[in-house]
């Protein structure tokens, strides 16, 4: 579904992709688009009818769009009114490949998971990886361009069964050199979680993480875009850093004071388990697959 309006006073054409299996709340996410200060010049609604995943969804939203800078957010996301200005406004000022943000979660256990990873309050050119999750994201289609010339897809479809496409995306594009710039503009994000939902989603998160390892160090580039817990810029393992997440994994995080309640924190807990027992799991069928 394709809504068009008049090109904004920036000299932009800005699309917009939402992916939906047909979710109640992706009425609030069109009502939120419609009353942006910055109108946006076409919305484009991709129903995912046969369940193909995300990243089909969004990857046909970016074949039906004519923007040369094109947002991307969920059917349960709630855009703030000044989303897309904020985000164009952005982009021209750092001549950034894209921009993006946080999410302020409806649930609880979401929320203090979130702002554990302590987003910052001003915006400034992304080091860290806070950048790059699809439900608060503005890309130039040029640079998603020259990532389907490159590789051959924008995202990548062969995440379908797990979490992290998104991430996936903004890390070849640090790759080819891109610049992100993180925008302390929050998305209103109405998902709620039950515990079973939770762990089952982190398990995948754990094995999209893995296939991001496994996929990177085989084929893309010798170099990671920043460190993180499992490798350093020079895209290899951190050496003990391994044991210091095995051991974060198997025994902690403890840090229970940041939760609303112990439940929410034994939830969050055992859900790091899930996303290690997930991790593990992907790379040994990894390995396992490439051995035989």
């Known amino acids: 579904m394709r809504n068009i309006h008049a090109m904004g006073n ?3 054409i800005v699309s917009v992709v939402v992916p939906t299996m047909g979710r109640d709340t992706i009425t609030f996410c069109r009502e939120a688009l419609a009353g942006q200060t910055r109108v ?23 074949r039906r769009s004519r923007g040369d800078l094109i ?28 921009a ?34 699809a439900g608060n994201m503005m890309y130039r289609r040029s640079w998603l361009e ?12 062969s995440f379908t069964a797990f979490s992290g496409e998104d991430l996936e995306l903004s890390w070849r594009l640090r790759l080819m050199g891109a610049t992100f710039v993180f925008v302390p503009n929050t998305v209103i994000h109405l998902r709620r979680v039950t515990p079973s939902e939770y762990f089952a989603h982190q398990f995948d998160r754990g094995k999209g993480i893995a296939l991001l390892f496994l996929s990177h160090r085989s084929a893309h580039a010798p170099l990671a875009p920043q460190n993180s817990l499992l490798w350093d ?9 391994w044991l210091n997440v095995l051991r974060l994994k198997a025994i902690g995080p403890l840090d229970v004071r940041n939760f609303q309640g112990v439940k929410d924190f034994a939830v ?8 290690g027992a997930g991790f593990v799991w992907q790379i040994a069928t990894g390995w396992w697959a490439r051995s035989r």
């Not at 810029?233 to 850093?241: C, I, S, V």
């Not at 969050?268 to 996303?275: L, S």
């Open 10 to 12: 920036d000299r932009h």
């Open 40 to 62: 946006p010049d076409e919305v484009i609604i991709v129903m995912d009818k046969d369940r193909r995943g995300p990243s089909w969804a969004r990857n046909e939203g970016i």
């Open 233 to 241: 810029e020079a895209g290899g393992g951190r050496g003990n850093k």
């Open 268 to 275: 969050f807990w055992i859900g790091e388990k899930c996303e």
């Open 146 to 157: 020259a990532c389907l010339e490159r590789d051959g897809f924008v995202f990548n479809e």
């Open 100 to 133: 993006g943000g946080s999410f302020q979660e409806t649930d609880s256990l979401l929320r203090a998971k979130r702002l554990r990873r302590g987003f910052p309050g001003t915006e400034q050119v992304d080091t860290t990886g806070w950048v790059g999750n």
């Open 71 to 98: 947002a991307f957010t969920d059917d349960d996301c709630i855009p703030p009114p000044n989303w897309l200005e904020c985000l164009v406004r952005a982009i021209d000022r750092y001549d950034a490949a894209g």
